[in-house]
T-cell receptor, first 114, second 113 residues
Framework: DTGVSQDPRHKITKRGQNVTFRCDPISEHNRLYWYRQTLGQGPEFLTYFQNEAQLEKSRLLSDRFSAERPKGSFSTLEIQRTEQGDSAMYLC????????????FGPGTRLTVT | GNSVTQMEGPVTLSEEAFLTINCTYTATGYPSLFWYVQYPGEGLQLLLKATKADDKGSNKGFEATYRKETTSFHLEKGSVQVSDSAVYFCALRSSGGSYIPTFGRGTSLIVHP
């Protein structure tokens, strides 16, 4: 069990560019979650998958955001036409159906939009 | 909707001091309550949880009791160590539904030797 990993750990981009983040969950976990965390705030839910199906999306997930989990393993989160307000830490977590309250978090990807 | 309110930090203590971090919540029904900890440079980790009124969650010397009458879930530890320095997040999850937690803003704890 290597834990949840996220790549990259840091990303600096110019406004208007597209960015993509990757999350590799714990291998036997079939639920995967994305959160956004801004400075001084707790994580805010964005979306989650059960296997490859995206089951819920937050109102925070604007049309510029898209997430995929094509084979029910790793997931990607893409932000198109980035804005300065997108600067935040993007967290990924995973859990198993049998222990849905036990979410294991990755270290996050810090996005800075200049 | 659901919300969690935590005391503002940072909380600064000397080693071996008693710790309390206050957490109150607003939710309908009977939510489950959690404390997560985030050490510098690491992801959030579930520290403890309680799923019904009067339950006490405990782990690594930390405790919290689910108080429905005061809608609170305060985190306590009798004797903190420097290694407890971290950010602590209180969270709740509504009964049923999609198991998505609502987090508080976090409270930073700094423990000095």
């Amino acid at each position: 069990d290597t834990g949840v990993s996220q790549d990259p750990r840091h990303k600096i981009t110019k406004r208007g560019q597209n960015v993509t983040f990757r999350c590799d969950p714990i291998s036997e976990h079939n639920r995967l979650y994305w959160y956004r965390q801004t400075l001084g705030q707790g994580p805010e839910f964005l979306t989650y998958f059960q296997n490859e199906a995206q089951l819920e999306k937050s109102r925070l997930l604007s049309d510029r955001f898209s997430a995929e989990r094509p084979k029910g393993s790793f997931s990607t989160l893409e932000i198109q036409r980035t804005e300065q307000g997108d600067s935040a830490m993007y967290l990924c977590a995973s859990s198993s159906i049998g222990a849905r309250d036990e979410q294991y978090f990755g270290p996050g990807t810090r996005l800075t939009v200049t | 909707g659901n919300s969690v309110t935590q005391m503002e930090g940072p909380v600064t203590l000397s080693e071996e001091a008693f710790l309390t971090i206050n957490c109150t919540y607003t939710a309908t029904g009977y939510p489950s309550l959690f404390w997560y900890v985030q050490y510098p440079g690491e992801g959030l980790q579930l520290l403890l949880k309680a799923t019904k009124a009067d339950d006490k969650g405990s782990n690594k010397g930390f405790e919290a009791t689910y108080r429905k009458e005061t809608t609170s879930f305060h985190l306590e530890k009798g004797s903190v160590q420097v290694s407890d320095s971290a950010v602590y997040f209180c969270a709740l999850r509504s009964s049923g539904g999609s198991y998505i937690p609502t987090f508080g803003r976090g409270t930073s704890l700094i423990v000095h030797p």
